[in-house]
């Protein structure tokens, strides 16, 4: 008995190294690419929501509507299968899960851009206008810094539920390390490989919560 | 010679007319305090001419420069340039101070001139600490707004407003957010300022301290101007609603 | 006033995007059959499979994908002159696949139904497939007529799971449907009194963890394992079919048969 959960502990570091190197490179690359355009898109999606002008407002909100409303797994069909036999437009399968996660994720960055924007008094805005900044200036001088303290807690939140959305790529043949555990898993009959795919995101995520936890501190110099 | 006047200025929020018909000049180096009771129009009035409400009606115009005339029936506001350079002429100080809180007390003061006047960073650290230090914040360059105290809070506010060398500058019940015995330290500062012969106009409920600094009084009721006189003049006054708004204060013999 | 223009621009160019979207149709597809000179152009097949299906295609340990099917493909595409590639897909989506031509073909252990054949270009069987029952070693159920109210676990969406459907001495069971058949084999003996699936793959998993299970003799139904194409692909099918026939002929196949089945299994005449 205890030779047997001996042997199958030995067999983990093997397994562990395996998807190192098979699968774990998929996963990051949609993770941090995903973060890089949706949060540059979710600003962008915010001030179009916030907007006085109803026609892009409208349609922003159509579009929140409906990437917030529909499965992530869906929008995955859609963006790589729905593209190819409608407009015949083929994008290689990593790209696609890149582009429908960043247009889904800019939908959820968006509305916590904006509960944080919401949540910056009136009285900073004024106090902008009457030195004289501009628009501009105010937004990203003098608000945008000040949301960032604010949406760190639920943006940490969001980063964690991407690090484990990014196993839905398998379903467009991205072979990211929830399907090569689970390939392996139909060979060997063993649950070990999605034990060790269990490990993975919970270490990514416990680097996701660290790497917040630092961002928190830094920001706390002020109240 | 007039830095400020205002002629024939409206005000509705929907239908309500919360400044009817006002009209007043300011001349270089005075400092006129406007008194009234809640909802009587004061800092509306204030907000106008700092642009941060758009009149209904009337002309405002502000060192030489036209913020807002009558076109026919409609106001027409002056060009985003002159806008942006009357602010920067005019300094304005906010009852709750409305500090940045991610800047430290120094940047603060300084990040107006470097972002908007387009001074080079050192020298507008050197002013800004010139600033603090006569406003006796000298150690305080460094922290952040929210380890001051209120009244520290509003010198800072003060010398925020100041960095920009403005010709006038309006304060808007800068110490009615402060506990009372914190209100003395900013008193003294804007009448410090006073000895420097800035124009100031100041919208306060500090009934003494008005009578002290004030070249001229303001008294605001229901949206028009009641009196405007010498301190002595106002307080002094055998207007009815005037006695009966002072009254109300016990601070004044 | 930048901010205001540059989504303005944004907006526009997401409206432009989607109502070129929704008026375009699908493009008509040249009626003449060029599908082997198109794979010959790439120089090379695309074989689409989920890799998790062994013997016929999966996953080995230094994650390489091999299978009875591979090395059929592989011999295949030589003789072809052209290069195989292996697309690992997502089961569920194969019909997606082939018409967005980014596989050629399905080469996976696929099952001929005449459902698919409605989807797909499907080739002549190159060998039987028998939905067998898998039973725990000690178990007291010895052929179908046993089972009464027991748990029978089926992979959703197999073959096997229509084979269930159709067996009369199954309809008082309860169907338990899995995702895959590695879950099947471990709830077996557990929740599943017993399971059904491709005796290939049944075989597979006996040998692998000798002593567990045992096949009962009596088969379900036979059915045929077919290569599908794309509809209209009917020379690209033609040309593999024939690869197969000579393959059949001079013995490669079978050699390929005994190195996983330990005979030679394959129907090709």
Known sequence: MIDSIIQWFEKLPGIADMLLHNGLDQTLIIFFLTLVFGLTLGLVLALGRMTRFKIIQLPVRFYLLIMRGTPLILQLYGFYFGLNLLLGIRIERTMAAVVAFSLNYAAYFAEIYRSGIQAIPNGQYEAAKVLGFSKAQTFF????????????PPMGSECMTLVKDTSLAHVIGVMEIYVVAANNMSRSRGMEYLIVAGIFYLIMNMIVSKVFGILEKRMSYYR | MSVLSVTNLQKNFGKLKVLKDISFQINDGEIVTIIGSSGSGKSTLLRCMNQLEKVTKGTIEINGHTLVSMNGDTPEYASKEVQKKILMETGFVFQNFNLFPHYSVLRNVMEAPVQVAGIPKEEAREKAFGLLRKLGLEEKADAYPCELSGGQSQRVSIARALALEPKILFFDEPTSALDPELTGEVLKVIKSLADLNMTMVIVTHEMAFAKEISDRVIFMDQGVIVEDAAPEDVFNSANERTREFLGKYHDIA | MRVKKLLVLCVSAVLAGSMLLAGCSKKEESKTDESLQYVKDNKELILGLDASFPPMGFTDKDQKIVGFDIDMAKEVTKRMGIKLKLQPINWDSKDQELQGKTI??????????????????????????????LVPEKSKIKSLKDIKKQQVG????????????????????KIVYFGNNVEILNDLGNGCDAAVMDEVVAKYYAKKDPGKFKILNDNLSTEKYVIGFRTGDEKLKTEVENQLKDMKKDGTLAKISKKWFGEDLTTIK
Request: net charge negative; proline share 2%.
């Open chain 3, 104 to 133: 050629d073909c399905i080469w996976n252990g696929l099952t001929y139904s005449e459902d698919r054949a409605k989807e797909m270009l499907c080739s002549e069987s190159y060998m039987d497939n028998h939905q067998v029952m």
């Open chain 3, 154 to 173: 089926v992979q959703k969406g197999s073959t096997a799971a229509d084979a269930v459907d159709k067996t009369e001495e199954l309809k008082n069971a």
């Open chain 1, 141 to 152: 001088k003098i608000i945008l810094p000040q949301v960032v303290k604010i949406i760190l």
